[in-house]
């Protein structure tokens, strides 16, 4: 019994799901694992944050990360994507570009009302870096929608 998703079906779940978990790696060794919205696209993982953040700080340090794509509510239904990472930050220019409409496009509905949003975290997401995460492993895919449950 293969759990494993097919290519077309990790590909689907990359692209469609709506929030991806990361894990960066703390100077002690210990994982930070939080949740972010992403794109997958030509094969890599990109997001988005504000370049004082904790998270960049950490890649700053340590370029390798582990990134976690999942869907479902009930056990049966759960299916995942998980890959180890090297975080790229990228420079100005065509590649972030695309990123930002792209990250923009997939999100335009999930954005707060900014008009009341609090200065100080206007201030603190004014600037931002994107990331491209790209595979630096075998990715691991599981879709227990494929167990064949006894019958009742």
Not at 17 to 26: L, P, Q, S
Not at 28 to 54: E, H, M, Q
Not at 67 to 95: I, N, Q, S, Y
Not at 107 to 135: G, I, K, N
Request: hydrophobic share 40%; with cysteine.
């Amino acid at each position: 019994m293969g759990l494993q998703l097919t290519d077309s079906e990790r590909e689907a779940l990359l692209t469609n799901a709506h929030t991806a978990m990361i894990t960066t790696v703390r100077r002690d060794g210990w994982p930070v694992t939080l949740p972010i919205w992403f794109v997958w696209t030509d094969g890599c993982f990109y997001v988005r944050t504000p370049p004082s953040s904790a998270k960049m700080k950490r890649i700053r340090h340590d370029d390798r990360c582990c990134v976690l794509v999942e869907a479902g509510k009930a056990w049966v239904d759960l299916a995942a994507v998980e890959f180890p990472a090297r975080a790229v930050k990228l420079d100005a220019g065509p590649e972030s570009e695309r990123v930002a409409e792209l990250l923009d496009e997939k999100y335009a509905d999930f954005q707060p009302p900014w008009d009341r949003v609090p200065d100080v975290v206007l201030r603190s997401y004014a600037e931002q870096v994107y990331l491209r995460m790209e595979p630096a492993g075998p990715m691991i895919s599981w879709d227990n929608s494929k167990i064949r449950l006894k019958p009742q």
